[in-house]
Structure formats: structure tokens, C-alpha cells
């Protein structure tokens, strides 16, 4: 690659930088959700395959989003890098990249779930500074393209710049037209070598600044945030939870910061409490629309809910016990007024999520609430302040919407929600599961005796068994510790006389219902992952068993 290439390569470069840069800081002061980058990747993330989605969040877990931007990034630098190379062969050529950016960054914003006609705004600004960076800068070797007479203002003053150095024409002498300009004489072929650097030291300050700028406004929404989130104060339970029962192992309930997440949201939401209403409509007698201090009056039930995801594969991260706090679901639907022929409430978050949840699973009599609270404080941003929805024995996904706002009642037949759409099932019930966490997979360990321990869970059935196969023999019963309800896992326990040389272990359990656990190993696609977990461990010393 000659350095002329490699320097209109670094001239697109520049050129997409500054565009997503105004971009950015033009969205951010002015509508932040319609943010170019954030919006392209949430148009991935909606658009892309559930097989994609699954690979990503098996092969990344929760360090896809960050993956996801960054490949991003990655695809926008090549186009850019490319465009500067054919802008330098054929100017008009310029204008594809930016085009191409310009409108996947407009059809993204528009095609969020809460878009604005403003919203397309931002990416034209960005795609019309890159469009004009790219005309404008000088390249090496390259004459500059003139200032045409009616062009736009521009205000880094690259396009002034670039005509004072003047076109100079292949082979011509060094005359009058290059010394117009204040570098002084143009070399025959291009710019003087001093203007390109000014110039492009120009708009890349012009980018950082941007940048900084950016940085800067989300510091400060993150802040205003975080300084209403600490106003709120919980009132004390109407119902509170049962006290821990004595004898739970440590990690019965999770702590908040190890609490698994999975959202498809790129950017988390930080929603204004005060400003937050949630309205209850549809298929009812009645519409209600009800603030946080409404919420807050309903008379508050305090809950120890095991929350798991469907996503969770056999013996997966992705499953936590909190002690909830919030108002009782079913009230407030009765109080509504359910008309005859509804099966189904759609809950919709702030940023487009839809939820749909059995109103029959939501009337059954259920701890079923729009949570407020978590472990004692309100909700985290990350697990959906002010308030979300949680559905005990449901998926996520089926039942646990975060930062909702509305409650649909309607009927399964018109209405399928997000996930439900790409082909996950519409109903959702947990699936009776089981976990090894002690010992660690492929752990070496002393010769005696071993505690092997972990988790089990079947929300709102309950666990009755658990048993333990040591090198598939025979199922032994594994000791279960006390535990708050039927919605909340069950820590069980099991003694092993380890004899010397690699074993596996294996568990399952039994619910309330007499459900044995099936061995069959399913992936969690479309209605939760079925099979035992099996790990494998080596006991040190001693001859081999
Ligand atoms: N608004 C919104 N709510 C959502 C989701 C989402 O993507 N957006 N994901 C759901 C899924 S799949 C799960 S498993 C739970 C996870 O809740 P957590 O992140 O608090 O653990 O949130 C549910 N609620
Ligand atoms: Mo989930």
C-alpha cells in the first residue's frame, strides 16, 4: 500500500470520526436514546437471529454488548477507511460511505420501538460532516477540490483552507494559483504537506473535543439520575417477608452486584422517577394511570423470589434469589377490571421491551408484583428503576419486565411480544433445575470426605429432591437446607466419601409436583434448557479406585 493510499485511508478515517462525533454530541444534548452507535447496535440486536443472539450470549455472556460496539466500530472504520481511498480516485465516491452511514444510522433511529421523526437528525448531521470532511480535506498528492461558491458554511474552515492552497493541476508549475494561498507554494501534485497536517490536526481536535463533550453530558444524566434514584423511600412492607429461615448456607440470596442481567438494552435506562407514570389499559373496565407515590400506596409485599432466565443453560450463571419488595399485581388488575375474553398482559418498558404473562398465571393467587425494591434499596438502573414487573415460577422473559410503564390487557391471539415474535414459547413456566456449585468443574481434591453442594429450583412448585449420581450409580439423596417458599431455590448439600482418581458428579431434583428432573439435555431455545449437570472432578492420593 503506497503512503498516499494509507493517507486517504487515514482521511476517511478522520472524516467518519468527526461525523460520529457530532452525531453523538448533537444526540446526546438533544434526545440521547436516538445516539447513532446505540442505535444501530439496537437494530442489530432486535434484527439478528435468535440463533445469533443465543451464540452471542453463550460464547460472550454478558460482555456481548460491549463486543457488539465494538464490532461495530470495526465495520464503520473499514467503510470509512475504504471511502477515503475511493474519494481520492473519484471525489463523488465520498459520498457512498457517508451515505451508507447516514442512512443505516437514520433507519436505526427510526425503527426504535419509541421513535421520533427527530430522531433521524442526529445521523444526517453526522453523515453531512463526514460527506463534507472528505470533499474538503486537502489529501497529499491529490489536488483539493474547490470551494464551490454556494457551498454550506463550514466551521472547522477546512473547506477556506483547502482553497487558498488552490488547485494546482497535474504537472503544473508551481504559479500564481499556489501562491494565493497563506502555505504558500502548493508542491505541482497536491497541498502543501504543512496544510494537510493543520487540517487534519484541526478536525481531529474538533472530534476529541466532540467527544469530550459527550462524555461529558452523559457523566452528568448519569449523575441527575443516580442523585433521584437516592431520594426514593421505600415504605416498610404491608406484608414483609418471612424472616430467613436459620440454617440457610451463605448466598441463599444473592448479592445485588453478583445478580445476574440479561436485557437486550445497549445503553442502561435511567429513568426520572418522578416523571414515571404506569398505565393500565386495553381489555379493561376501567383505565388506571398511577405515579410512583401511587405505587407506593398500594400497600407493598416484601418477597424471597429466585428470578432465572431461559437463556440459562444446565448449570449456568444466569439465576439469583433477591428479597423483593413491591406492589401486588393481581389487585391492581381486578381494580382495572378485567373484561371477558383477556388471557393476556402485555407489559411495556420504557425503551420498547414487550412482555406478555398468562393473566390467568397473574390472578392464580401468586406473589406476582410490579417490584420497587431489591434487597432493602430501590431497584438498581440495571434491574430496572423505578419499577419492574416480576411473575414468581415464569422466565424473565415471560414475566419480568424491566422499567415498564404499561400494562396492556389483551389477548394472546393479537399480540405476540418480543421474544415471542422470534419463536420463543408464549408461555413459560420454569423448568425443574438443578446446579452443582461446590466443587468447581475439574477441581483436584483431597482424598476423605467432599461436601458437594449447590442449587435447585422449580419456582412456585417448589423442590422436594435432590439427588446426587456419583459415576453414574446409583441416585442418592442429597440434604436440602431450609428455604423461604416455593419461589425461591432450595441449597442442598451431600456428604461424598471420595475415593482417589477422576470422577463425575451429576444431580437432579424433584418438584413439588413429583417432577423428576429429565435427563434429556435440551438447549434452552425455544422454552428453557432441560438435562442434568455433570461435572468432573479428581480426587488426589491413594491408588485409583
Ligand atoms: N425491559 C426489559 N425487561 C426485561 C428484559 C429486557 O430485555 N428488557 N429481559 C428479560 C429477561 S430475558 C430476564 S431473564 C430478566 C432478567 O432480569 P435481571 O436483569 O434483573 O436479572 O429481565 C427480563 N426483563
Ligand atoms: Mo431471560
Known amino acids: 500500500m503506497t503512503r498516499r493510499t494509507l493517507a486517504a485511508a487515514g482521511t476517511g478515517l478522520l472524516a467518519a470520526a468527526a461525523g460520529v462525533a457530532v452525531a453523538e454530541l448533537f444526540a446526546t444534548a438533544v434526545r440521547p436514546r436516538a445516539a447513532p452507535l446505540v442505535a444501530v447496535g439496537g437494530a442489530v440486536v432486535d434484527g439478528a437471529p435468535t440463533a445469533v443472539k ?72 453526522g453523515a453531512a460532516v463526514a460527506a463534507a470532511l472528505l470533499r474538503w480535506l486537502p489529501l497529499p498528492g491529490l489536488p483539493a477540490a474547490p470551494n464551490p461558491p454556494d457551498a454550506a458554511p463550514d466551521p472547522v474552515g477546512v473547506g477556506r483552507a483547502a482553497s487558498g492552497a488552490g488547485p494546482t493541476g497535474p504537472g503544473g508549475p508551481a504559479g500564481p494559483a499556489g501562491s494565493g494561498g497563506p502555505e504558500g507554494a502548493a508542491p505541482a501534485n497536491g497541498p502543501t504537506r504543512r496544510l494537510v497536517v493543520r487540517n487534519a490536526a484541526l478536525v481531529a481536535a474538533g472530534t476529541v473535543l466532540a467527544g469530550a463533550g459527550t462524555a461529558a453530558l452523559r457523566r452528568l444524566d448519569v449523575a441527575d439520575a443516580a442523585r433521584s434514584r437516592e431520594t426514593v423511600r421505600l415504605p416498610a412492607p404491608a406484608s414483609p417477608a418471612r424472616p430467613t429461615p436459620a440454617g440457610v448456607a451463605p448466598g441463599f440470596r444473592t448479592p445485588t452486584a453478583d445478580f445476574y442481567r440479561v436485557d437486550t438494552a445497549l445503553t442502561v435506562p435511567r429513568l426520572d422517577v418522578d416523571a414515571w407514570r404506569l398505565r393500565v389499559h386495553g381489555m379493561v373496565e376501567r383505565p388506571i394511570e398511577l405515579s410512583f407515590a401511587d405505587l407506593l400506596d398500594r400497600g407493598l409485599i416484601e418477597r424471597d423470589i429466585t428470578l432465572s432466565c431461559v437463556s440459562n443453560e444446565v448449570g449456568g450463571p444466569y439465576v439469583g434469589t433477591a428479597r423483593w419488595l413491591g406492589a401486588p399485581l393481581a389487585p391492581l388488575l381486578r381494580d382495572a377490571g378485567i373484561r371477558g375474553g383477556a388471557d393476556q398482559v402485555v407489559a411495556r418498558s420504557d425503551e420498547g421491551m414487550t412482555i406478555g404473562t398468562p393473566i390467568a398465571t397473574l390472578l392464580d393467587g401468586r406473589d406476582a408484583m410490579l417490584a420497587v425494591g431489591m434487597d432493602g434499596a430501590p431497584l438498581p438502573f440495571t434491574h430496572g428503576f423505578p419499577v419492574r414487573m416480576l411473575t414468581p415460577g415464569l422466565y424473565g422473559y415471560a414475566g419480568a419486565c424491566k422499567w415498564v410503564t404499561e400494562l396492556e390487557v389483551t389477548t394472546f391471539d393479537a399480540f405476540d411480544a418480543y421474544w415471542v415474535r422470534r419463536g420463543w414459547a408464549r408461555e413459560a413456566p420454569v423448568k425443574t433445575a438443578s446446579r452443582i456449585d461446590r466443587p468447581a468443574p475439574f477441581a483436584r481434591l483431597p482424598a476423605g470426605e467432599v461436601t458437594v453442594a449447590g442449587v435447585a429450583w422449580a419456582q412456585h412448585r417448589g423442590i422436594t429432591a435432590v439427588e446426587v449420581s456419583v459415576d453414574g450409580g446409583p441416585w442418592r439423596a442429597a440434604e436440602l437446607l431450609p428455604t423461604a417458599s416455593t419461589d425461591t ?16 458428579l451429576k444431580v437432579r431434583a424433584t418438584d413439588g409436583a413429583g417432577a423428576v428432573q429429565p435427563e434429556q439435555r435440551r438447549p434452552p431455545f425455544p422454552d428453557g434448557a432441560t438435562g442434568h449437570h455433570t461435572i468432573t472432578v479428581t480426587v488426589k492420593g491413594g491408588a485409583p479406585s
Open 54 to 125: 443465543e451464540w452471542a450470549v453463550r460464547t460472550f455472556g454478558t460482555y456481548d454488548k460491549p463486543l457488539l460496539l465494538g464490532g461495530i466500530a470495526l465495520a464503520l472504520a473499514l467503510l470509512a477507511a475504504l471511502t477515503g481511498i475511493a474519494a481520492r480516485r473519484r471525489p463523488a465516491l465520498g459520498l457512498l460511505g457517508p451515505a451508507v452511514l447516514g442512512v443505516a444510522g437514520v433507519a436505526a433511529a427510526l425503527t426504535r420501538p419509541d421513535a421520533r421523526p427527530v430522531d433521524a437528525l442526529p445521523a444526517l448531521a
Open 489 to 504: 431455590w432450595v441449597q442442598w448439600r451431600f456428604a461424598w466419601r471420595a475415593p482417589a482418581g477422576p470422577h463425575s
